[in-house]
Each structure stands twice: as C-alpha cells, then as structure tokens.
C-alpha cells in the first residue's frame, strides 16, 4: 500500500476543497435567485441578492490576486 509521501499527499489533496470553487458555486446560486427574484417582480430582493452576488465576487478575485486557490 504505502506509496511515497507525494503520492499520499496527493491522493488526501483530491478531497480538499478548493475554496475558490466553492465561492464560484455560490455566486452562480446567487445570481440564479436573483434572477428569479428580478422574474418575479422583486426588485429590491434582486437588488439585495446582486449585492450577495458582488461580494462574493469581490472575494473570489481578492484570493485570485492574493494567490489562495
């Protein structure tokens, strides 16, 4: 079984989550209900759910430039 310590390394990194990914799976859901919410007639909810929308994005491209993830 064992391997080198790289490949165990390896093997154990597939299941760390990449939080960048993680953040882009939560703008995209974001924006899905906002346009929903814009749909629906909700324009203050889509307002308010944008803004979830553009903070997360402000974090995604904060750990881009800082070169987390």
Request: positive net charge; without cysteine.
């Amino acid at each position: 079984m064992g391997g080198s310590p790289l490949e165990r390394k390896h093997m154990f990194g597939l299941f760390k989550k990449d939080p960048i990914k993680q953040l882009e799976k939560e703008y995209s859901r974001l924006l899905e209900e906002a346009m929903a919410l814009q749909r629906g007639g909700d324009i203050k909810g889509y307002a308010a759910k944008s803004a979830e929308a553009e903070a997360v994005m402000d974090r995604i491209l904060e750990m881009r430039k800082d070169g987390k993830g």
